[in-house]
């Protein structure tokens, strides 16, 4: 990983932890959602945690199945791979869902990948300059900012999965919406957590 790309990758980490930063929304179901801002912007920032009865790679390898990213989270109706480097940089697309007149959304997302001694694992998925995949017809290009995952493992043989949305929607749609949108998205990590915990059944 370039100096650049790893130093990104930790400052997304800090930038996951630092819990005097985050307000607790929602919490349903083991699942707890907390959101903030950064200064010049008034949309929400939201962060899902989670407890899985799974190692950290095996809550990674589900995270990149992209086949199954539309079982579990229902606001994906595709996910697929572009390309990948390799086991450090991959680049997804994916597209929600349309809902309540609101038209589908799409993203391109670079992802990097650092593996730590303690055993946990870490993604940064952050839009490219150059988008891999032309726009398409009836879909609003949007923008993953600063969003991600952690995989840090408890001791205990499960792992607490970090999930963080910072996104730009494109096109017009009120702050309201979005944000009550960004705090309702992580909550999907129940269903993640489910299918999670039934494949690798220990």
């Known amino acids: 990983m370039a100096a650049?790309?790893?130093a990104a990758v930790e400052a997304f980490r800090k930038f996951c932890t630092e819990e005097d930063q985050w307000k607790t929304s929602k919490e349903a179901n083991g699942v707890k959602v907390s959101t903030r801002t950064v200064e010049g912007s008034s949309l929400n920032i939201a962060r899902g945690v989670v407890s899985v009865k799974a190692t950290p790679?095996?809550?990674?390898?589900y995270i990149m199945d992209t086949d199954a990213r539309c079982v579990w989270d229902k606001m994906i109706k595709e996910a697929r791979i572009v390309r990948k480097t390799d086991d450090g940089h991959i680049i997804v697309y994916m597209a929600s869902i349309s809902k309540f007149m609101v038209a589908s959304r799409d993203f391109i997302i670079d992802l990097f990948v650092k593996r730590?001694?303690?055993?946990?694992?870490v993604i940064l998925g952050k839009t490219p300059e150059k988008e891999e995949v032309p726009p398409v017809d009836g879909t609003v290009r949007g923008k993953a900012i600063n969003s991600g995952y952690m995989f840090i493992p408890n001791g205990d043989g499960s792992t607490t999965v970090t999930y963080i949305m910072q996104l730009e929607m494109g096109g017009w749609l009120p702050n309201s919406v979005v944000n009550m949108a960004m705090v309702d998205e992580p909550l999907c990590l129940r269903n993640y957590r489910d299918k999670v915990e039934a494949?690798?059944?220990q």
């Open 116 to 121: 730590f001694d303690d055993g946990s694992i």
């Open 199 to 201: 494949k690798y059944k």
């Open 4 to 6: 650049d790309q790893d």
């Open 57 to 61: 790679d095996q809550c990674f390898d």
